[in-house]
């Protein structure tokens, strides 16, 4: 099949390379050709816009940061949109938010472009080994129609419902990834500042029942300060909790941690952090607050202005 594929990020250049490994004819563009030139090297052909790749294929898919990277891509000057072929088929992979995802599916029915939000669920090195999960939402005949396709680059395909079901899930999927970490960190500084080890407190509480399963495969990062490469940069997981506000504030749903969270990162983000691994959030949270126990456990409390207490006794007076 001649698949386009737009978006050759960390994720979409394992994604992509999956198709090719089986066997499908690739189109790709992205931004900046040089992150494609691997793909070309093993037979891709390179398209000079996403109009002139979506002239060549049956299949269009998009793997971009956020909402206005897709919109550009498809309904652009240059838009794969703008000329689209009798039976086409769009599948969307970006986080984006489900308002938005129900719009570029109406933008394509209104062109006769059939259209699957599929997001998805992984790591880089799970995009690499085929074994991502996929959140689908669209009608069933393209879902069906369309899952060897996904099961080339994932090992859990769910359909999730009808248009913007997919994005759905994602936003709660990275909502929930955000604020755990977030808390996590919090939980960690906390923990030190009273004088015990992270060694301790990662032993303590990992594969406990207060913590998610995934905050164990962040340790090694954590213990050693290592956050670049990063498995998801800090700046998209900030830019998903944005979504997830701005869907929240749509549906009318209340969010305060979510909302807490998503300007945690994005101190962090102006604090230079923004292409490390999301959970740099810990370090930046031991760096601003300067976590230093002393011998018998308890933070120095020798300025009176970091002790939280000395704020509730000025209310209380």
């Known amino acids: 099949m001649k ?7 960390i994720m979409g250049s394992r994604m992509a390379a999956n198709l090719q490994k089986h066997g499908h004819s690739l189109f790709i563009f992205n931004r900046t050709r040089e992150k494609a030139e691997p793909l070309v090297a093993q037979g891709a052909k390179w398209a000079d816009s996403t109009a002139a790749l979506a002239l060549q294929v049956e ?20 838009g794969f949109l703008r000329y689209p072929q009798p039976g086409q088929m769009w599948i969307d992979c970006s986080t984006v938010n489900p308002s938005f995802s129900r719009k570029m599916a109406a933008e394509a029915k209104a062109r006769s472009v059939r259209f699957l939000g ?34 080339c680059m994932g090992n859990r395909i769910l359909h999730c419902g009808g248009p913007g079901m997919g994005a759905s899930v994602k936003m709660v999927m990275n909502q929930l990834l955000g604020t755990a970490m977030a808390a ?32 164990g495969l962040k340790r090694e990062r954590m213990e050693n300060g290592n956050y670049e490469p990063a498995d998801f940069p800090l700046r998209w997981l900030q830019k998903d909790l944005h979504l997830a506000a701005v869907s929240a504030y749509e549906t009318g749903a209340a969010m305060p941690l979510t909302n807490a969270a998503k ?21 930046y949270l031991a760096h601003t607050h300067d976590v230093k126990p002393t011998n018998n456990g308890h933070r120095d409390r020798s300025d009176p202005s970091k002790d939280p207490r000395e704020n509730v006794y ?3 007076t």
């Open 3 to 9: 698949i386009g594929f737009i978006g050759l990020g």
């Open 263 to 283: 300007e945690l990162y994005r101190l962090a983000i102006r604090d230079g952090r923004g292409s490390q691994d999301f959970a740099a959030i810990y370090d």
């Open 184 to 215: 996590f960190a919090e939980g960690l500084v906390l923990g030190e500042s009273l004088g015990l080890s992270r060694e301790v407190l990662f032993e303590a509480l990992l594969g406990g029942p207060a913590v998610a399963p995934f905050l």
């Open 59 to 78: 299949v269009i898919i998009t793997m971009l940061a956020h909402p206005d990277a897709v919109e550009e891509a498809a309904l652009g000057e240059n």
């Open 118 to 151: 599929a997001p998805v669920t992984g790591s880089k090195g799970q995009a690499e080994l085929a074994k991502l999960t996929f959140w689908v939402g669209g009608e069933t005949n393209d879902f069906e129609t369309c899952r060897p396709l996904l099961e």
């Open 314 to 316: 000025a209310h209380d």
